[in-house]
């Protein structure tokens, strides 16, 4: 009971606009006190009006009243200051705002938790602070809502009233004033019949957001499914190339020392016959040498009859002698290019068999191909840039490879020698457009100062650091930059190719277009210039620009 009693006390010094003691109390004619403040802030807010209305009583006054400071009221005001107010601010002290919570307009300390806001008063007020609305206001058509931090939003920057009508012919939500001035004539009804509407088509947008979320789940789970199939492919693709691999190198081990024991076993034949030729030599040298040495002795013998029995013995005639032949040693040249030959061939066919590999690719269908459309532009090839080779036609959208020279006049953006072509139109932001392909085609973006004159590969796309090619031929795809080229492991079967370009984000994909887009490659680096996209042409090629247009007027 005595806390109500000083609660009720405290009343009679709390301004029914802003909940807190009076701060120089003015009393109006219908004697009813506010701060100076906040009852001028309320007749300021209803300028536009005949009357100015006490905010408790509602009596209205056709002429502003003057404000004067009630200074006994003030007086009494200090003194309860110094003796009953700091109770007010120990009540709900359990109740203070945390993170992301409303806090309460009133407190002037301490800023507790906000329950309740009113949208008359514009304010929003703690358990405390409501129950003092609540005694001011109570049956008096303020409105009450739960605690939002968005009072201001929901107020008319105009007109300073309650946003409760929704303007269909706009599209905005309005005060009652603006239904009679800005707004008149207009399909207007209530906030509450327009979000009974919109609440249907929210359910609809809602469904098609959970049908959308439930595919690209499913999406997304046989990409996981591919991605770990692809790795256990891999895995045991690897486990089996090692010992495939372990068996080649064991069989070329085998083959080295079968080699080597060859030509040791060629070494010890050819030594082994020497040897012995050798040593019949050596034996026919002293022999020879003997009986040279007897004719010696025989030329200095004074016995004539001893020297002519001698000489018959001596001068029988030597048995001819096989002339031996002696082969050159074993080449080690020779040796080392059979050899090399050998490892040539072994590299050449590996190389040749891996090549064969085929390596399955997952195809990523990012997204509905719509979701790019709205990026579409339609481009034209610039026809002070075509070589001579390519025939443009159908308003300078079909690009088409001739062997007959075209009479373009001479121009100094004309490619001379490659057989390239830009478009007239620079990219800049997010850009997206299609080409029809017919044969081996590039499919480039380039800077606008690339070469264009003479036989240097720098004029080409993708040979140098302004541009960046896709080349699309009849069995690969393969991506060139800064004359670096990569091939792409995707399968062929597009005629369609999409590229899209986010120029602030550095980012430009291509993509295979069917029903979806498929990756293709996208690559990641920082554009300095507009982009202008480019194509190769090759013999028998022909590249067509899509328009895109037919598309997006059905979306």
Not at 3 to 9: R, S
Not at 46 to 55: K, V
Not at 473 to 491: H, N, W
């Amino acid at each position: 009971m005595a806390e109500t009693g000083i609660l009720w006390t405290q009343d009679q010094f709390i301004c029914p606009v802003c909940l807190d003691l009076l701060k120089n109390p003015v009393t109006i004619p219908c004697g009813h006190n506010y701060c100076m403040t906040c009852i001028s802030d309320c007749w300021n807010h209803q300028d536009q009006t005949i009357f100015y209305i006490c905010p408790q009583c509602r009596q209205k006054f056709t002429t502003r009243p003057a404000l004067n400071k009630n200074t006994m009221l003030a007086d009494v005001v200090e003194k309860f200051k110094t003796t009953k107010a700091p109770q007010l601010l120990q009540t709900n002290k359990a109740a203070e705002t945390g993170p992301g919570e409303v806090k309460c307009d009133v407190c002037t300390e301490t800023k507790l938790k906000a329950v309740k806001s009113c949208l008359v008063c514009l304010n929003s007020y703690c358990q405390c602070h409501l129950e003092q609305h609540e005694s001011f206001f109570k049956d008096k058509g303020h409105y009450l809502m739960d605690a939002t931090g968005r009072l201001q939003e929901m107020i008319c920057p105009q007109h300073g009233r309650l946003l409760e009508v929704f303007c269909r012919t706009d599209q905005q939500c309005i005060c009652t004033l603006c239904t009679m001035y800005k707004h008149k004539n207009h399909d207007t009804v209530s906030a509450a019949t327009e979000r009974t509407e919109k609440e249907r088509c929210l359910k609809n947008a809602q469904q098609k957001y959970q049908q959308r979320i439930h595919e690209r789940e499913k999406d997304m789970q046989e990409l996981r499914d591919a991605v770990e199939s692809h790795k256990h492919s891999a895995q045991a693709a690897v486990k089996e190339s090692d010992m495939i691999f372990s068996e080649l190198i064991r069989s070329i081990k085998k083959n080295r020392s079968d080699m080597t024991r060859l030509i040791r076993d060629q070494e010890r034949a050819a030594v082994s016959q020497a040897e012995g030729l050798l040593e019949r030599l050596e034996q026919e040298i002293a022999d020879l040498r003997r009986k040279n040495a007897e004719l010696e002795q025989l030329k200095h013998t004074d016995d004539h009859i001893h020297f002519l029995q001698g000489f018959q013995y001596v001068s029988e005639p030597l048995e001819p002698t096989e002339r031996i032949a002696v082969t050159s040693p074993l080449s080690v040249n020779d040796v080392r290019q059979s050899i090399s030959q050998m490892r040539e061939k072994i590299e050449r066919f590996c190389k040749d068999e891996i090549k064969r590999i085929s390596v399955k690719h997952i195809n990523v269908a990012l997204r509905p191909r719509n979701d790019f459309l709205k990026y579409s532009h339609q481009f034209t090839f610039d026809p002070n840039t075509v070589n001579k080779h390519i025939h443009l036609s159908e308003r300078n959208s079909l690009a088409t490879y001739t062997d007959t020279v075209q009479r373009y006049p001479d121009h100094p953006d004309r490619f001379e020698v490659y057989y390239q072509v830009l478009c007239g139109e620079g990219v800049r932001g997010c850009c997206y457009w299609e080409v029809e392909c017919n044969g081996d085609v590039g499919i480039s973006v380039s800077y606008k100062h690339i070469s264009r004159k003479g036989t240097n590969t720098k004029c080409l796309f993708g040979y140098n650091d302004q541009s960046w090619s896709l080349l699309r031929s009849a069995s690969r795809y393969s991506f060139r930059c800064d004359d670096m080229e990569t091939d792409l492991p995707v399968s062929i079967g597009h005629s369609r190719i999409g590229v899209y370009v986010d120029h602030k984000a550095g980012t430009l994909s291509f993509y295979g277009v069917s029903d979806t887009v498929t990756l293709i490659q996208r690559f990641q680096t920082t554009f300095t210039q507009p982009l202008y996209p480019g194509f190769r042409l090759y013999s028998g090629s022909t590249v067509k620009l899509c328009d895109l247009n037919i598309y997006n007027s059905s979306i």
